[in-house]
């Protein structure tokens, strides 16, 4: 390796790739690419310069059948030792008179592709080295693929989806589509376009026609069968509408050439699918994409609201469960008109719904490019069907929807680390949990507000003139309210004070009744004697448990702290925390 460098995608400036000059000694080969998915050893230092390796899978591309714009894309290596200083007086092989030099020198390549890469450079240490053993064709020479002659390359130039990229012009694939939408026409009624995902051994990519495309290929893809796909663009992904494993997405054009493959390759599995039980979704990251079974425990009525923008929507909430745990799966528009309400009991999977947070907690959306699936013929599927029967049914189970953590893995914060604490807290995310032993020192007034009565709505309610009131979530009008805590309370310790959020749980558990019980509305004497009751609290030591997140206003980033867990202070675990922080502390100064 006598040189290394990283270079940015004009087409992309997240997707960044690495490029090697390397060199035997008496030849050096200027464009070397590492693939996208190699990256993430890049920072571990394994490769350097001066490294010499061995290449073990690569791909060659002869740019317009010329030798003297070759390049390779390796997909591993390996790393034999470390030198410090460059071997011999390579010549660059593009310019050197290839038939003088002898056979071995270059090794046969494994097929063609064509990279296109541009972007600034900068001096980093590369690695690549990796498991993967990803299938490689044969070598071919440089050919325009037409109908006549893609019968000759079905055998013998078959790429994997796990290697296609941008960069290629030239390949084919044997895929199975594992899922079709239906056409749908664009946002303002014109034109029209349909999507699919095809899977081979090797991953999944997304695939989309558009007009033309939509009227030729929609209807020959049926899903379930085997097709030869080629000559279609490869482009990256947008992951805002794309919930595959894939940085890229196809799309079909008028060159897309689509054939039937009469035989079922059993090696193509029907869908690749990777589940995680309800219980690991609390480490899932926010607005990530899983695949999950559940049984249907419960199915809310169809809610109709109006979003931030003012745009109409359509939901329905459904509570699943498995073996671990519960969650609440939002679904929204025309699935949420369209799901059954005799699926009670019945179980479903969902691949590639997203991981929301809500109120400390989890909660599953299903966005228009989840697939939704009743009565799943899956092993896994049909256990979860057999456990519920047997047992899972008289079982009480984690409501992963309220907040659900392992509180001994939680740093413990005096306020005066908390504030420090939230400025490492990135704006995305969930943000950071810590625990804090504090006292009440004050209440701000109005800590309830009259909510919509839907079981399955919070939301603040809008007075009429009338007398009514008004949900501007669920457009609904109401006579009658409930009432719902939502406090703002001072905490404070010997090192400093923040104010908190605190909502319907913590807050009744803190104060110590409900907030229906509090009397607003009333006479103001009431509410003066209620509110005296609700900072009677003041002065008491609790244990909390706080979110800290960083939020974007006007802007400006601002801390929210949230409390989503009260207790009392256990004497014998706070004996025990200042005893491991004397041992701590007695360790530092002996050192």
């Known amino acids: ?65 010329q030798t003297a714009k070759m390049i390779l894309q390796i997909l591993q290596l390996t790393v034999l030792d470390i030198t410090t200083h460059k071997i011999g007086n390579p010549v660059s092989l593009l310019t050197a008179d290839l038939n003088e030099k002898d056979s071995s020198t270059i090794t046969t390549t494994k097929d063609v592709l064509q990279p296109k890469v541009t972007g600034s450079v900068l001096k980093r240490p590369i690695v690549a080295i990796t498991n993967e053993q990803p299938v490689l064709p044969p070598l071919q020479s440089t050919i325009t693929i037409t109908k006549m002659d893609i019968d000759s390359i079905k055998t013998n130039r078959l790429f994997k989806i796990e290697t296609l990229n941008p960069f290629q012009n030239r390949w084919t694939i044997q895929v199975r589509v594992a899922y079709k939408k239906p056409v749908r026409a664009f946002s303002n009624g014109e034109g029209r376009l349909f999507s699919c995902d095809l899977i081979d051994e090797t991953g999944e990519i997304r695939a989309t026609g558009f007009g033309d495309e939509c009227d030729r290929f929609e209807p020959m893809l049926i899903v379930g069968n085997i097709y030869y796909i080629t000559q279609a663009q490869i482009k990256y992904a947008n992951k805002q509408f794309n919930t595959l494993n894939n940085d890229f997405e196809m799309t079909f054009n008028n060159e897309t050439i689509i054939e039937t493959c009469i035989d079922n390759i059993s090696s193509i599995p029907i869908q690749h699918l990777h589940f995680i039980s309800i219980d690991q979704i609390q480490n899932m990251e926010n607005n990530s994409f899983i695949d999950v079974i559940g049984i249907v425990m419960n199915i809310n009525d169809i809610v109709h609201g109006k979003s931030k923008q003012n745009k109409d929507y359509t939901k329905r909430d459904i509570l699943i469960l498995d073996q671990t745990g519960q969650i609440i799966v939002t679904l929204w528009y025309q699935m949420a008109e369209n799901f059954p309400m005799s ?3 019945t179980k479903i999977m969902l691949k ?57 893995t939680i740093p413990w914060k005096t306020f005066a680390q908390v504030t420090e604490y939230g400025t490492n807290v990135s704006s995305t995310g969930t943000g950071e949990l810590c ?7 004050h209440v701000r007034h109005d800590p309830v507000y009259k909510a919509c009565t839907r079981i399955d709505c919070k939301k603040k309610l809008q007075e009429n003139n009338d007398g009514t009131y008004y949900c501007s979530k669920c457009d ?3 006579e009658d309210y409930k009432l719902l805590y939502m406090a703002s309370i001072l905490l404070s310790d010997s090192t400093g004070y923040q104010w908190v959020n605190f909502f319907e749980k913590e807050s009744e558990i803190l104060f110590g009744f409900p907030a229906e019980q509090f009397p607003i509305g009333k006479s103001k004497d009431d509410e003066d004697k209620a509110y005296q009751k609700l900072i009677s609290i003041c002065g008491e030591e609790k244990l909390f448990l706080i979110r800290v997140k960083s939020t974007r206003y006007n802007n400006h980033d601002r801390l929210q702290f949230t409390c989503v867990g009260v207790e009392s202070v256990d004497a014998h675990l706070m004996c025990r925390l200042y005893l491991e922080d004397i041992g701590r502390m007695c360790r530092l100064s002996s050192n």
Not at 4 to 14: E, G, I, P, R, Y
Not at 374 to 390: G, S
Not at 435 to 441: D, P, S, Y
């Open 352 to 408: 590639g719904v997203c991981v929301n947070d809500f109120n400390g907690g989890r909660t599953l959306s299903v966005l228009g490019s989840t697939q939704l699936t009743i009565d799943p013929d899956l092993p896994l599927a049909h256990d979860l069907r057999r456990w519920y029967l047997e047992e899972g049914m008289n079982i009480e189970m984690t409501d992963l929807t309220a907040q659900s953590t392992n509180q001994e």
């Open 1 to 65: 390796v006598n040189e290394s460098s990283m270079v940015t995608s004009s087409q992309n400036k997240k997707i960044q790739r690495y490029r090697l000059i390397l060199s035997d000694g008496k030849y050096f080969l200027p464009s070397c690419v590492l693939t996208v998915q190699l990256n993430e050893l890049v920072l571990n230092g394994q490769l350097q310069e001066y490294s010499i390796i061995r290449l073990d899978r690569y791909l060659r591309s002869d740019l317009k059948g």
């Open 476 to 478: 609904l009008h109401y």
């Open 343 to 345: 699926c009670i009991r």
């Open 435 to 441: 625990r804090v032993k504090g006292v009440c020192v």
